[in-house]
């Protein structure tokens, strides 16, 4: 038991199942999918964080109709033949103890023709206001057609082994479109009063509990727009979760940030204050009375995320680039060893900045996430034969260098000219409000200090000459 994270490490019935630990790695588009079917890279990369210790891990999200289809990476919908691969995934995910879920999303106004080679749909045709495509307003019977897809889409997640499915009605993608007034303009059955709008969404959630039972887990997504007017407020949308909570439609609500008016909320960086998910989380933990709240949104560290339980605040937290840059966050926590956690430096530069050029994510910090499955991840074996190791330069680079062959058990010497490690980090991590950069050298500094890494300066003075480095 945790001395240190009391809340965090309490179990939590979900549904059916019971959580390890309240810890979930929430959906994100790894975009690791070839020809529309998750890959080695993709099984490895969520093994390596079910093995680090996360209760729950909400897997990339599945488009559920062409019309959704966003990025190159994402699966392939309406096929049946995903099965058998999801199969290896949701295995590798549950054989390491943690729970799995699939995101089932549809981007309505916000579709990218060049990948989906569709028409866009949305509740009342307006524009995206982020991508340049337009929509149609859908027919009664592209809206069922909608709901069918994502009820088939759950199906399959069920076969494939999946604990449950997370409904995305975030981000004002296509579910959040018809539940806003500002997108949703239409006159008939799913437009207007409250009913109406939520129709698409009870009518979903209803047949996906028909169709895949009372065991299987619904959560839905939400996200807090407080900056934009014609965004659902708060209380809006404590309003909605109520009426799907009474009806008994989900098991948990997660509360992310921002939408694609303020697409950087989304993964908020450095500019922005951490525990952002929170304040929508405690106005909608007042609201429901069965389902779980999760919070979301640069949670970033064990320490944020015991804060947000112990204020009640919500009932798990989910942190996803926390656990992209150190997969084994959780277990670290677990053990009391938060100094080992490498924290994530909120800089979005291979993460997203990777997803938003279309290809499989990576981390800064961390460069086997997505290539685990040729590493062997943040997990480090012997080396047959023990070599002696010279690292020039103690960069990050340099660092990681080093980290990672003494962990190996070689003899590694890091020589760096100056006093002090970190190079170029060093003084990026004075600018304002980069400190997270200093941390993370602090972290190295303390990984090598437990290994036989030796530092000098004198083996660069001897090779390279007084010349570069004048004493
Ligand atoms: C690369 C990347 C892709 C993402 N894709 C999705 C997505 O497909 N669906 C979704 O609901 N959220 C997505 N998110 C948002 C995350 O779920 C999460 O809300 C966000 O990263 C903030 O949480 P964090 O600070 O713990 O990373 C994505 C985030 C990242 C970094
Ligand atoms: S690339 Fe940056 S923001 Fe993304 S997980 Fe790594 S450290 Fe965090």
């Not at 190996?408 to 006093?419: I, K």
């Amino acid at each position: 038991m945790s001395k240190l994270f009391p809340h965090l490490f309490s179990p939590a019935k979900l549904g059916s199942r019971t959580l390890r630990n309240r810890i979930v790695f929430g959906a994100h588009t790894a975009n690791m999918a070839e020809n529309g079917v998750p890959t080695e890279r993709h099984v490895a990369y969520y093994a390596e964080r079910a093995l680090g210790g996360a209760g729950m891990i909400v897997v990339e999200p599945m488009p559920v109709h062409q019309a959704a289809v966003l990025t190159r990476g994402n699966f392939r919908p309406d096929d049946d033949s995903v099965i058998l691969h999801f199969q290896q995934v949701t295995r590798a995910i549950k054989d390491h103890g943690a729970i799995a879920i699939q995101q089932l999303y549809h981007v309505g106004a916000h579709g990218d023709s060049d990948n989906s080679f569709h028409a866009h749909w949305s509740p009342s045709g307006l524009p995206s206001y982020h991508d340049s495509d337009g929509s149609h307003a859908m027919s009664e019977g592209e809206i069922w057609e909608t709901i069918d897809s994502f009820v088939q889409a759950a199906r399959r997640c069920r076969e494939a082994g999946f604990d449950g499915v997370e409904v995305w009605a975030a981000y004002l993608g296509l579910v959040d479109q018809f539940w806003t007034p500002w997108t949703n303009r239409r006159e008939d059955q799913w437009g207007g009063s409250l009913d109406n709008r939520t129709r698409i969404s009870r009518e979903i959630l209803t047949r996906i509990r028909e169709t895949c039972g009372l065991d299987f887990i619904i959560g839905l997504s939400v996200s807090d727009e407080p900056d934009y007017a014609v965004a659902l407020s708060r209380q809006e949308l404590a309003e909605i979760i109520r009426l799907h909570d009474e009806q008994g439609l989900i098991d948990y609500v997660t509360c992310g940030t921002g939408s694609y008016l303020d697409f950087y909320k989304i993964m908020p960086t450095f500019l922005y204050p951490e525990k952002l998910g929170t304040d929508l989380a405690t106005t909608l933990k007042a609201a429901v009375k069965k389902a779980l709240v999760v919070a979301e949104s640069h949670i970033r560290t064990p320490e944020n995320a015991e804060t947000v339980l112990g204020e009640k605040a919500a009932d798990l937290v989910s942190i996803v680039r926390g656990q992209i840059a150190d997969p084994h966050l959780a277990r670290k926590a677990a053990a009391d060893r938060p100094e080992d956690v490498r924290g994530c430096i909120s800089c979005n530069q291979m993460c997203w900045g990777r997803r938003s050029r279309d290809y499989w994510i990576s981390c800064l910090i961390n460069p086997s996430a997505g290539r685990e499955f040729e590493w062997g991840g943040d997990r480090f074996t012997s080396a047959a034969i023990k070599k002696r190791v010279l690292v020039v330069g103690g960069g990050p680079a340099g660092l990681e260098t080093a980290r990672v062959a003494a962990e190996r058990g070689h003899d590694v010497v890091l020589a760096e000219a100056s006093s002090r490690l970190g190079g170029n980090f060093l003084l990026a991590g004075l600018q304002p409000r980069r400190g997270q950069i200093l941390d993370l050298l602090g972290w190295y500094e303390r990984q090598l200090s437990k290994t036989e890494c030796r530092r000098t300066t004198e083996h660069l003075r001897r090779g390279l000459g007084n010349r570069l480095f004048p004493s």
